[in-house]
């Protein structure tokens, strides 16, 4: 007998084991994540407007969008750019607590712009136009209140023009 033929049974015998199949186990499926997707590097979404390079209060005005004035507490913005976008790029730039929606207008109230100074609050709109869109940023800060100051009544009411009684200081207001 040949020595193929002493070990053709145990052959056989291996490969109809190995051909018994197990029932796949399941799988737990992966948890589907809230995160967002994560957006590609060298390419824009689909309505994602870039950063240009000019900047407002640290506001980097994107591509597509002009500074038409720029003051000391407003800045003016402009362009072709769907109001919808630009309230989207507004929104990936500020930091604020709600978003007011309207049908003609988005409204920032209370933001803070990422690159810009963080004690400065501002109220940007993103207002749509007829074939433009216009942004408006305006710095709401409110002013550093006056040190409380301890002066004695009777100079508080000097101040107000008038004596500690009430009546004015000048006899010629009362006409």
Known sequence: MSPLH???PLLLAALSIAGCRKEPEKKPRPAISAAPPQKPLDRLAPGELSPGTQQVFGFEV????????QFLKVAYINGKVAPEDMANYVRERVIVDHVEIGAARTV????RIKKGASDRFFQIEVI???GNTEVVIQDVTPAPQAPYEKIPDEERWRRAGRRPDGKPLDIN???
């Open 6 to 8: 002493r070990f053709a």
């Open 128 to 130: 749509a136009g007829t």
């Open 108 to 111: 920032f109230p209370n933001a």
């Open 173 to 175: 207001q009362l006409r």
């Open 62 to 69: 994107p591509t597509g969008m002009t500074v038409r004035g």
